[in-house]
């Protein structure tokens, strides 16, 4: 069994509004070194083969077809 996480997040230069309501929240509630925040997305799968080359071509799909919106999102695939 393969475990992998992958994180999806908004590339440089794409507007973040949830991110920015994020960071004004966080300055609310008196964290006021906050700089910026940039929110994303975390998925942990698990797969039902130990071969590792085929996991790694089977997730970059499932990023491409499904889990990012490549057109702004950055993905990073990490077999744990």
């Known amino acids: 069994m393969i475990k992998a996480r992958i994180t999806v997040t908004l590339k440089n ?3 973040d509004p949830q991110g920015k ?3 004004s929240a966080l300055a609310t509630l008196d964290f006021r070194d906050v700089a910026g925040v ?4 975390v998925f942990d799968i ?3 083969h130990s071969d590792r080359q085929r996991a790694e ?5 499932m990023c ?3 889990l990012a919106n490549t ?4 993905y990073a ?4």
């Open 13 to 15: 230069g794409v507007l």
């Open 21 to 23: 309501a994020i960071a």
């Open 38 to 41: 940039r929110q994303g997305k």
């Open 46 to 48: 698990q797969l039902d």
């Open 57 to 61: 071509t089977e997730l970059a799909e």
């Open 64 to 66: 491409q077809k499904l």
């Open 71 to 74: 057109v702004i999102e950055d």
């Open 77 to 80: 695939v990490e077999i744990v």
